[in-house]
């Protein structure tokens, strides 16, 4: 099913993410633990896109295992750095698949390529999404409620956002954040530029001390201080901060959900457990909304 019949069809939706294998012989692994994620009934799961190698053709592989598990499936696709007949050869892969949503990123610029060799015909997800709707795909859009890296101001990475609403993305998911106040001012400031498709907030469970500076480095994340100092009190006890992030995870969900925010996705780093206490301590939650 499509992500935008399921958005319109429920007041808050719950997904999750997963990511393939770096190495090929991980893959039956990755497999598996998507099987166990789908058995948890979420709205739909999305799965990454590697930079380089197998990875790619990986995504398209698990999407089709957790469409058999009777779960949508959100495949990641990136551009940059691909010319027409790559982009052309993903989407008849996909559709070979039978995957019906696409989520449309620009991605990381390859290793060994400089910035000029990667810019070509798609250069912006925005560039790549109107090919994706003309294939017939649901698109989905990354944001950043915290700014991307690369945007000089907010103003500048909000008029690229509206850009790829312009161009047809149904929906728009956000890059972790750890405090939901930054999500609130981030969707005020959509809705005065226009932009009104549905806003899924991710969310990343913290489970040990170190995930946070790993966290930090790779997406510049602000980290509240209630969290911080969840971190520095249980970060020798493996199983305290896992239950201390966890619970940390929850309350961001609860208020967010009582906000009014359509969806929450969840980066589950392809870990099961995590993602099964959150969603069966809010399980009653998500089911007294969608009444």
């Keep these: 099913m499509k992500i935008s019949e399921i958005l319109s069809k429920k007041k808050v939706t719950v997904s999750l993410e997963v990511f393939p294998p770096k190495k090929q012989d991980a893959f039956e692994g990755v497999v598996n633990a998507s099987r166990e994620l789908a058995a948890m009934n979420p709205d739909f799961m999305s799965i990454t896109y590697g930079a380089n190698g197998s990875t790619r053709v990986n995504t398209a592989e698990i999407s089709a295992e957790i469409e058999k598990c009777g779960v949508s499936a959100l495949s990641h696709l990136t551009c940059i750095g691909a010319n027409a007949d790559g982009i052309d050869n993903a989407i008849a892969r996909l559709k070979q698949f039978g995957i019906e ?6 991605g990381d610029i390859p290793e060994g390529m400089s910035k000029e060799e990667a810019v070509g015909k798609y250069a912006h997800a925005s560039d790549l999404i109107p090919t994706l709707k003309a294939s017939g795909f649901c698109v989905g859009g990354a944001c950043y409620p915290e700014g991307h890296p690369e945007s000089p101001n907010r103003l500048v990475d909000i008029d690229n956002l509206k850009k790829k609403v312009d161009a047809g993305a149904d929906f728009l998911t956000t890059q972790m954040f750890f405090d939901n106040d930054l999500l609130y001012s981030f969707l005020y400031q959509l809705q005065n530029c226009g ?3 549905p806003v899924i907030a991710g969310i990343m469970p913290i489970t040990s001390s170190s995930q946070v500076k790993r966290m930090v480095t790779l997406s510049d994340a602000y980290v509240p201080r ?3 100092s969840i971190c520095d009190r249980f970060q020798d006890d493996n199983e ?14 609860i208020d967010l959900v009582s906000n009014g925010v359509r969806g929450i996705h969840i980066y589950t780093l392809n870990k099961s457990e995590a993602a099964r206490k959150i969603l069966e301590s809010t399980r009653d939650i998500f089911n007294a909304i969608n009444k």
């Design 101 to 106: 949503n696409v989520l449309a990123l620009r």
């Design 195 to 197: 932009i009104r498709v």
């Design 226 to 228: 209630k969290l911080l």
């Design 240 to 253: 305290a901060m896992k239950q201390a992030g966890i619970a940390y995870a929850i309350d961001q969900i």
